[in-house]
């Protein structure tokens, strides 16, 4: 592999693309920071997405384009992005925050007293919009009633800042909702990160979209034979499940195998391959998205790639086929 190889794969994995349902999610958190500012309003909003759809890169993105300052006074933190961490205490949640409000020791105190340094600190340092990602950790805790607690506690550090919170998590996240009335009341705006969204036609062009504009960024090009542009997106569709995480790697390892065997554009057989080599290594002949067998249908069976993960009760947006 030469260093073009390397530099095409770099220049891919570096692309950020602002695809319509990334765009729609950080315009609102934008707009929800602007109402803030302007009237003083706190809007929340609930960004829900399965794994790989983008999250934690959209909080990133976001948290870029407001990025700390450092006055000769004080510190500004316009935006400050937590990860809520994975065995979610409200001791573990309220010293993430405290870490990333620059505190040195975030482990010290009680809860309450960290809590109350933490909305001392971040009034400091001028927060005005909150981030959780990772929101779903909240939620896994409930098996006994400590979600209940840090879903509390959340409530109460919201009320006590009075800031507009952008809470991002897998969609098992809105069981929190559903068991925590006043979070609920305070989430009502909900997104989804998912690339297809809507009529069964925009998601084929959507998932196609993405994959044109995303290889681009290599040398060598998309060959849909031997079947048709339409075709060839309704397949990546059933085989991406719409999250860019994966479109990405599809194409990766597409270009890598086109390389390696030295060919001149990326064909149908690379993305077969690619797809069992990276997304499914039981997706052969019919389950095989690419694969002129295939039965065109969601793979979100049992084992499948794409099983429906637990959406919190609610039935999810997609539709069994
Ligand atoms: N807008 C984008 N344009 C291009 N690539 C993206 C974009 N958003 C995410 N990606 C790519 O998709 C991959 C997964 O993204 P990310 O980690 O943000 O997903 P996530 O939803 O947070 O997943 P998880 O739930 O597993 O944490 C990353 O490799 C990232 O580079
Ligand atoms: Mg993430």
């Not at 390397?6 to 891919?12: E, F, M, N, P, S």
């Not at 958190?29 to 959209?58: D, F, M, P």
């Not at 209940?148 to 507009?164: E, I, N, T």
Request: with cysteine; glycine share 8%.
């Amino acid at each position: 592999m030469n260093l073009a190889f390397y530099d095409a794969i770099k220049q891919l994995q570096d692309a950020y693309l602002m695809f319509p349902a990334f765009q729609t999610a950080y315009d609102q958190i934008e707009e929800n920071l602007k109402l803030y500012r302007a009237t003083g309003v706190a809007q929340n909003l609930l960004i829900l997405g399965e794994s790989g759809t983008g999250k934690t890169s959209l909080a990133h993105a976001f948290t870029e384009s407001y990025p700390k300052q450092v006055l000769p006074e004080r510190d500004l933190l316009p935006v400050l992005h937590v990860s809520v961490p994975a065995a979610a205490t409200i001791a573990g949640t309220v010293e993430a925050v405290l870490r990333q409000l620059g505190d040195p020791e975030p482990e010290r105190g009680t809860v309450s007293a960290k809590t109350a340094r933490a909305v001392r600190i971040a009034r400091g340092c001028g927060v005005e919009m909150l981030l959780f990602d990772e929101a779903q950790h909240i939620q896994d805790r409930g098996r006994n009633y400590t979600q209940y607690f840090v879903g509390d506690w959340l409530k109460s550090l919201m009320d006590a800042l009075g800031l507009p919170v952008t809470l991002l998590g897998l969609p098992r996240t809105q069981a929190l909702l559903q068991a925590n009335e006043q979070l609920r009341r305070r989430f009502t705006h909900r997104l989804s990160l998912s690339v297809h969204q809507g009529s069964q036609e925009a998601n084929d062009e959507s998932s196609l979209k993405l994959f044109r504009a995303l290889s681009d960024a290599l040398p060598l090009p998309l060959d849909a034979r031997p079947y048709g542009w339409k075709e060839l997106g309704l397949r990546l569709h059933y085989a991406t499940d719409g999250r860019i995480a994966y479109v990405k790697q599809l194409l990766v390892n597409a270009y890598s195998h086109a390389v390696n065997q030295s060919g001149t554009n990326i064909s149908v057989s690379e993305l077969a391959h690619a797809f069992t080599a990276t997304i499914w290594p039981l997706g052969v002949g019919a389950l095989n998205p690419f694969h002129q067998d295939f039965g065109f249908r969601s793979l979100d069976r049992l084992g499948e790639p794409f099983q429906l993960g637990d959406t919190g009760g609610e039935v999810s947006g997609r539709k069994r086929k």
